[in-house]
């Protein structure tokens, strides 16, 4: 009930043109929140990314799309899907796109950024674009509303961008990926960011873990800001 007046609430503020595509399919949502199902990544991982900002029109078979950027930016694919689609469908994969999620916000913040990345993610899936789950959270609270959603198995990607600038940064990593790791039950991960040996620690040795980095989205924001 206190997740379905969240949504609705959202999907007030939110663009009617999304709202308007999510009513032309029976998307079924799902759990306590209502947050729509993306299935899991089957095919082969890209061999690099790139932003969406760096997409074009003639695409690449081998390169995958990251979720990662400023909101802004990703509010103009979340608020007119149908114009990128044709776009995204050319590149090996588009991740799901990463809305802001902040150590600390409201349970309604969390809800609705979430919503939003899936139901973005999902019109893309419908459209024939392969996603790759996107997977984000915040303080041990989110882990509900974050890890729900999701298709288990299949590969996954996770932003390490300032996973260890300190060491609250790195409790909350720490224990979101392991959460994920339980909840979603992954057969690989990209890490997309910073790698170390502490990062390294943190991977079981039975996950097939891929490292991809871009300069562009190192300097552009850090995890939890």
Not at 130 to 147: D, G, I, L, N, Q
Request: proline content about 4%.
């Amino acid at each position: 009930m206190y997740g379905e007046l969240l949504l609705s609430l959202y999907l007030k503020e939110s663009s009617r043109y999304l709202g308007t595509i999510l009513d032309k399919y029976d998307y079924g949502r799902k759990g306590k929140y209502g947050i729509v199902l993306i299935n899991k990544y089957v095919d082969t991982l890209p061999n690099s990314f790139i932003t969406l900002h760096e997409t074009n029109s003639i695409g690449s078979p081998n390169i995958g799309v990251v979720g990662f950027s400023y909101d802004y930016e990703l509010e103009r694919l979340s608020n007119n899907p149908q114009r990128y689609a044709p776009r995204l469908a050319k590149y090996k994969c588009i991740c799901e796109p990463d809305f802001s999620m902040k150590i600390g916000d409201s349970l309604g913040v969390v809800v609705g950024n979430a919503f939003r990345s899936h139901a973005t993610a999902f019109f893309l899936q419908e459209y024939g674009c392969r996603v790759m789950p996107t997977m984000k959270w915040a303080s041990p609270e989110s882990y509900e509303v974050c890890f729900d959603g999701y298709e288990k198995g299949g590969a996954v990607i996770v932003s390490t961008i300032g996973a260890m600038k300190d060491e609250r940064s790195r409790m909350y990593f720490k224990d979101g990926f392991k959460e994920m790791l339980k909840r979603i039950s992954p057969d690989a991960v990209v890490l997309y960011g910073d790698s170390n040996e502490w990062i390294a620690s943190l991977m079981p040795k039975q996950l097939d873990v891929q490292h991809f980095s871009h300069e562009r989205f190192n300097r552009m924001r850090g995890y939890g800001k």
